[in-house]
């Protein structure tokens, strides 16, 4: 009886990327608001910063919900504000 002989070839790169794709989808399933902590600690850059380069724009004050001292935003809407910051300055 004569044995197949089979070979897979996989792209990891293409698989690294679908699996960050999938993880990101799952985030913002379940990320409806966040807060100025989380959101830095998301961009891996320190409170201060974030304040001093982002959160004082103009576009960051139009998204930016209040309750008492907290500071909160909608993550679906927060993430194209930041990105068109980062286009813009760096």
């Known amino acids: ?4 002989n089979i070979e897979v070839s996989v792209n990891e790169e ?5 699996v960050y794709d999938r993880l990101d989808e799952m985030i913002r399933e379940s990320l409806i608001l ?9 961009m891996c850059i320190s409170k201060r910063f974030l304040e001093d380069e982002f959160l004082s724009d103009i576009r960051m004050k139009a998204i930016e919900r209040r309750k008492s001292r907290k500071r909160l ?10 990105k068109e910051i980062v286009y813009e300055k760096f």
């Open 1 to 4: 009886m004569p044995l197949a």
């Open 73 to 82: 935003y909608f993550y679906d809407e927060v993430i194209p504000v930041i």
């Open 34 to 42: 966040i807060d100025v902590d989380t959101l830095a600690k998301k």
């Open 14 to 18: 293409e698989i690294k990327q679908h």
